[in-house]
């Protein structure tokens, strides 16, 4: 009963470990770490840190997975006091100027900052962005707004429920595979692809024709070789039997 105790509870023990950890990768897998480090701003309106979208098909890619639920958490520090009625930080989405289209260069504070963490929801970056269509950012950025910023780390809540402590990196791009382009094939090169697969055909066939000759050749020569042991010892057992029946008489 005792060896059957001890066996039921290191298989509870199991399951619970096994139940933890996907629950933890289940987790992380929403938690998507962007940067970990010092990125700092010259607190004048500056920079703390970019994400160029065009650059880096894993950051556009990054982008385009942001939702009505999603959140970005930074962790920061302000070094001096920023601009009245400002919190010191933002996210920033822009879109570059081009041709037939507007630039933007969209502010959005933090909805709230707790413990030198400021959070940005979804619904403010498409208010102060002015669409959901997040596929033409071309750049983010978080910047101050008027002290000195200093971006300790940036992670991509997809689902907006919170991190657990548990994050991962921004996750590669699994390209589709290429499409084989049409070519167009003329008469003349049809006519030189049959003949050369007839010749291809005809040299194996000749071969295989060989092969199996060789083969056959081969098969013939072995049976001769047989027959011919079997007579050889055939006759020299005759011969000693002959022999010892001279020997008795």
Do not use: C, H
């Not at 071309?138 to 657990?164: P, R, S």
Request: glycine share 6%; charged share 25%; net charge negative.
């Amino acid at each position: 009963m005792k060896k059957m105790s001890k066996l039921l509870s290191a298989a509870a023990v199991t399951l619970i470990a096994l139940i933890m950890s996907a629950v933890t990768a289940f987790a992380a897998e929403d938690d998507i770490l962007v940067f970990e480090g010092e990125g700092k701003s010259n607190g004048s309106w500056g920079q703390a840190y970019n994400i160029n979208i065009r650059a880096d098909e894993k950051n556009a890619q990054l982008i385009l997975m942001l939702n009505e639920s999603s959140k970005v958490y930074v962790d920061f520090e302000l070094e001096g006091t920023p601009t009245i009625n400002t919190q010191g930080i933002e996210f920033i989405l822009q879109k570059w100027e081009k041709e037939g289209g507007d630039q933007k260069w969209a502010q959005t504070p933090p909805t709230e900052i707790t413990d030198g963490v400021a959070t940005f929801d979804y619904a403010s970056m498409v208010d102060t962005y002015g669409s959901d269509d997040f596929s033409t950012v071309d750049q983010i950025y978080i910047g101050d707004t008027g002290a000195v910023l200093t971006v300790k780390k940036i992670v991509f809540d997809i689902n907006g429920d919170g991190v657990n402590g548990d994050t991962v990196d921004i996750p590669e791009i699994k390209s589709e595979p290429d499409t084989a382009e049409e070519t167009t094939v003329t008469e003349e090169e049809k006519s030189e692809e049959t003949t050369k697969k007839a010749d291809e055909d005809k040299a194996e066939e000749t071969t295989a024709e060989a092969e199996e000759e060789e083969s056959s050749s081969g098969g013939v020569n072995v049976v001769l070789i047989v027959v011919i042991a079997v007579v050889v010892i055939a006759a020299v057992v005759v011969v000693i039997v002959l022999k010892n029946r001279k020997r008795y008489y």
